[in-house]
């Protein structure tokens, strides 16, 4: 069972250099892909298949499991977004919900001691979240994104320094638009970490997009 313990320090650490994919988001193999993030040094990593042309049933449960086993090789924690149910089946890490998915107390409930992430937009969604049990935030998307289909419109860094103002202390990952140049505003505005699709997904070469992005974040965070 992948019953981590975690602690904040830990979840800070794994929020760095927050890699998310599914296979309509890559221009290659996804494997091969998630593979060059990892040498890249990637610090986690979310598997969200969803939107036009995403894998369902077997094909989707096959591909969670190889990068799951692949994660696992690795020391890289793997958490799944939405899919409570293929979380625990895969033995994953965690679970990532939106606001428009299962309630976050719920899901609290059904993974135990797994890593919980939740979507926040404001201080009054990261409140609920934290009220509901969340190990970290999602906060975004703080730039413009083409990614997701149904994203809102972009708050811009403040609502990190004002979560941050506001005393919400729980770890933050930022996401939506996020670059190896931008990477450090986000940290500076209050995130711990940076959580991206494209900016890897689509990079020619992953595993050097992800030595940037780490770069980056650990530029400003004074880590290594
Ligand atoms: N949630 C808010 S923005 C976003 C998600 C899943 C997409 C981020 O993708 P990209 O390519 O890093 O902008
Ligand atoms: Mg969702």
């Given amino acids: 069972m992948s019953e981590l313990n975690w602690h904040d320090a830990a979840i ?3 929020l760095q250099v927050y890699f998310i994919m599914g296979s309509n988001n890559c221009l290659k193999d996804p494997m091969d892909v998630l593979k060059e993030a990892i040498e ?9 298949e969803k939107g036009t042309g995403a894998l369902k049933g077997d094909a989707m449960f096959e591909l969670a499991y190889r990068m799951r086993e692949l994660c696992r090789r690795h020391s890289v924690p793997f958490i799944v ?6 979380a625990i089946a895969i033995d994953a890490d965690g679970v990532h919900v939106g606001q428009e998915d299962e309630g976050a107390a ?8 797994k890593l919980l ?7 009054a969604e990261a409140e609920a ?8 935030i999602g906060v975004g998307p703080l730039f413009t994104t083409q990614t997701k289909e149904d994203a809102k419109a972009a708050s811009g860094l403040q609502v990190l320094s004002e979560m941050r103002e506001n005393e919400i202390r729980i770890p933050i990952v930022g996401i939506g638009g996020i670059t190896a140049a931008n990477a450090g505003q ?9 959580s991206f699709i494209t900016a890897i997904s689509h990079a ?4 050097a997009a992800a030595r940037e992005l780490r770069q980056a974040v650990q530029a400003v965070r004074g880590t290594s």
């Fill in 129 to 136: 979240a934290i009220r509901s049990g969340a190990d970290y």
């Fill in 81 to 86: 977004n939405d899919d409570v149910e293929l």
């Fill in 106 to 113: 719920a899901v609290r409930e059904r993974i135990g001691n």
């Fill in 186 to 194: 986000v940290i500076r505005a209050g995130a711990d970490g940076v």
């Fill in 117 to 123: 992430g939740v979507s926040a937009y404001n201080i």
């Fill in 204 to 207: 020619e070469s992953p595993t």
């Fill in 12 to 14: 800070r650490e794994a």
């Fill in 40 to 48: 890249g040094g990637i610090t986690l990593f979310q598997f969200r």
